[in-house]
């Protein structure tokens, strides 16, 4: 276990190296340089930010030692700072003279795009399992009949325009809830118990949007897991000493279903970061996802690679923790009968 | 073809997309308006005889560039399933046949492609270059070909001992023509639907794109960049929003349906 935990983490090594690699390509593809012409579609892109540009990836130098001065950069964490939004680091906060704090733009939105994204799967996994089962143990009714035309649907919809619909729905035409932002005005007056209510108001429809194609996806991964299970011989086995078919589902065949799942977590961990751009910019959540939306349209160099950069970490630390969690959760692998 | 009626799945997806494709052929003679012709005496008109599906904000008879959308949709699927499907058969051959350090150099490639989330690799490519069409094409391409390179490789393998390929080979074909009339016919069925699916998903990535404005650029319609302006009056014209996103969804619909259908038609298991 110990020595697959320290192979799992070297491994990461030469992952990250390669992520450098392709961020470090894109960033490059613009044509020129990245302070050329393109640039210029920024009107705060003045000669003084260009020339701050060229000093911070140092372009004046071959693209060898560019590459070499970049990654030295990063690997102390430092993205350096946001052009757009009055020179905020990128990432994390930073101290002035006078001893002013200025928060980065990464520490203030990545917490956000966490929360959304963690209630998001912790929805995804509790509806589609169950959903996954009901259809499996049903299947074949229109029980089962249902839940695959939902599931056919929540693939094909396109989520901005579910969230357009919700929003006309329960915001504009009903004023059930709140569609932009986190917060009420007047957030800070509230009692804690209001302020907690308020931001879970908010979160309601962002959640919502964010989780649905996942919830599709592994409804139907649990469904085809099920079927596959409820026909192997152990649970033949169990039906024919008598069991009650109830534990036999949930008990026997739940179990070797879900464990799966804890890979599929994993995998769909920057399909979930990348998604949140798109719910986050409709909600105008503060988040990373609009962060990374804003600087896109601003030209914001140093964000754009910023959050590039951590948003492929987070994945390979995802991966980390799926693949650890599914060592720890399968005895098979745990005692390391299987790799 | 016979097979299709056999296949409820299949036929209802073939239908939708033909009926799309037929759409956007003749866009040109049945569009009742030049999509892009503005006029300001009929502004945000709700849907009519005159206007089926209403008008924009600009007096743009949305029926029109409905149907102008559906070109582009259309484009934008095949073109950029086209470059993942070509790239991905090209790296998933090579490390299917030749495996070893080939094979390990494209699959580690393949894993970093996919640790990067793929809506910020595609946003990041276009900050660093304009919003066009032909560029957004490119890029869901560029950023789409992983599964099928894994799809492609596992066939290989599975393909490479069998007796066939080996007497090929003995025979002295060269690699070249072993990967061309041998392995990848016994492959194409995991491409084609990979494809079709592909295609489905491209069109979301699209219209995503162009309803945040980074995608198909105004004047040109899209049903993504209507659905930004169904966004600006949604209080006041809900036809610019039900629209394009019914259009979206029954055209990825119909492409997930054809894919899951050619699936089980396409699988021998099922011929039987």
Redesign the interface.
């Known amino acids: 276990m110990i020595s697959y935990l320290i192979k799992r983490i070297l491994w990461m090594i030469p992952m990250l190296i390669g992520i450098s690699l392709v961020s470090f390509f894109i960033m490059h593809l613009a044509p020129g340089d990245v302070t050329s012409s393109e640039a210029s579609f920024n009107p705060k892109a003045s000669e003084e930010s260009r020339q701050k540009l060229r000093e911070l990836y140092n372009l004046d130098k071959p693209v060898i030692i560019q590459y070499g001065l970049w990654v030295k950069r990063i690997a102390q964490l430092d993205f350096g700072n946001s052009f757009a939004s009055h020179q905020k680091p990128v990432l994390w906060e930073r101290t002035d003279k006078s001893g002013n704090v200025t928060k980065g733009l990464i520490q203030e939105s990545l917490p956000i795009t966490l929360m959304i994204n963690l209630l998001g799967i912790c929805i995804i996994f509790s509806i589609s399992i169950f959903l996954g089962t009901l259809s499996a143990v049903r299947q074949n009714t229109w029980v089962d009949r249902s839940i695959t035309l939902f599931v056919f649907i929540g693939f094909a919809i396109p989520g901005f325009w579910l969230a357009l619909l919700l929003m006309y729905w329960t915001g504009v035409s009903n004023q059930w809830l709140p569609i932009s932002g986190l917060h009420s005005l007047g957030y800070q007056n509230l009692s804690n118990f209001d302020q907690f209510t308020d931001l879970l108001k908010h979160l309601i429809l962002p959640v919502s949007i964010s989780s649905l194609s996942g919830l599709a996806g592994i409804s139907l991964y649990v469904r085809n897991g099920m079927l596959d299970i409820l026909h192997q011989d152990f649970i033949t086995t169990a039906r024919s000493k008598g069991l009650k078919e109830s534990k036999i589902v949930f008990i026997h065949a739940l179990k070797n279903a879900i464990l799966p799942l804890i890979t599929i977590v994993g995998l769909s961990i920057p399909g979930l970061i990348g998604g949140s751009v798109i719910a986050e910019s409709i909600f105008a959540i503060p988040g990373m996802g609009k962060l990374f939306y804003d600087s896109v349209l601003m030209r914001d160099f140093p964000v754009i690679m910023g959050i590039l950069t951590i948003g492929s970490f987070l994945t390979l630390i995802g991966n980390l923790l799926a693949d650890i969690g599914y060592a720890w959760a399968d005895p098979r692998v745990r005692k390391g009968l299987v790799k | 073809m016979s097979i299709f009626f056999k296949n409820p799945l299949a036929l209802s997806g073939l239908i939708i997309i033909l009926t799309i494709l037929i759409a956007a052929l003749v866009a040109p003679i049945i569009a009742p308006y030049d999509p892009n012709f503005i006029n300001i005496n009929s502004i945000l008109l709700p849907p009519s005889t005159n206007h089926l599906m209403g008008t924009d904000g600009l007096g743009r008879d949305v029926f029109s560039r409905m149907l102008y959308g559906a070109q582009i949709s259309l484009l934008v699927g095949f073109v950029a399933v086209g470059i993942a499907t070509l790239i991905g058969v090209i790296l998933g051959s090579l490390a299917g046949f030749y495996r070893g350090w080939v094979d390990s150099l494209i699959m580690?490639?393949v894993?970093?492609?996919?640790?990067?989330?793929?809506?910020?690799?595609i946003?990041?490519?276009?900050?660093?270059?304009?919003p066009s069409i032909w560029n957004i094409m490119i890029v869901i391409g560029l950023t789409s070909w992983m599964g099928v390179t894994r799809l492609v490789r596992a066939e290989f393998f599975s393909l490479r001992q069998r007796e066939y390929v080996l007497a090929a080979e003995t025979m002295g074909s060269n690699h070249f023509s072993i990967i061309i009339k041998h392995l990848l016919p016994n492959s194409l069925t995991p491409i084609i639907v990979s494809s079709v699916l592909g295609i489905?998903s491209a069109v979301?990535v699209e219209?995503?794109l162009s309803?945040?404005?980074?995608g198909v650029q105004a004047p040109t319609a899209s049903w993504g960049n209507i659905?930004t302006d169904?966004?600006e009056y949604?209080?006041f014209a809900?036809w610019l929003?039900l629209f394009?996103?019914l259009a979206?969804?029954?055209t990825?619909?119909g492409y997930?349906?054809l894919g899951e259908g050619l699936r089980d038609i396409l699988d021998p298991k099922n011929k039987i």
């Open positions: 580690r490639f894993d970093i492609m996919l640790s990067i989330p793929t809506f910020f690799l946003l990041a490519v276009i900050a660093f270059l304009t489905a979301l219209s995503g309803f945040l404005g980074l659905l169904g966004k949604i209080q809900w929003s394009p996103g979206i969804l029954i990825v619909l997930n349906l």
